[in-house]
């Protein structure tokens, strides 16, 4: 079974960059066939996917947030990271860090196991 905990600051300012981290545990983040998303939930959205790196080092994102998203991986110690530049308070959300599985059927994520969340708020 494998485990997510997002970690990283709660607080960033206007036009900063926010920096988190999903450390995983119970597999690796180079398993084949698995993506490890970003997605955050507002109150005014909802769920929003962000973006993924795969188990192979490619990174697609979401066209909403394409200009300001930045998703690497330490494969030395099963990290991978989400960095949002020029945040907004409209950025303000929880985040998580999710795995998904490609689904042979729909061509798209199944997503398995989230991490809990943690909360970001972007004020001044």
């Known amino acids: 079974q494998v485990q997510l905990q997002e970690s990283g600051p709660g607080l960033a300012k206007p036009s900063q960059t926010l920096s988190l981290t999903c450390t995983v545990s119970g597999g690796s983040i180079t398993t084949n066939g698995y993506y490890w998303s970003w997605i955050r939930q507002t109150p005014g959205k909802g769920l929003e996917w962000i973006g993924y790196?795969?188990?192979?080092?490619?990174?697609y994102y979401s066209p909403s947030h394409r200009s300001r998203v930045f998703i690497s991986r330490d494969t030395s110690r099963n990290q991978f990271t989400l960095q949002l530049s020029s945040v907004t308070p409209e950025d303000t959300a929880v985040y998580y860090c999710?795995?998904?599985?490609?689904?042979?059927?729909?061509?798209?994520?199944?997503?398995?196991?989230w991490g809990q969340g943690t909360q970001v708020t972007v004020s001044s």
């Open positions: 999710v795995l998904g599985e490609l689904n042979s059927a729909s061509s798209w994520c199944d997503f398995r196991d």
């Open positions: 790196i795969s188990y192979s080092d490619s990174t």
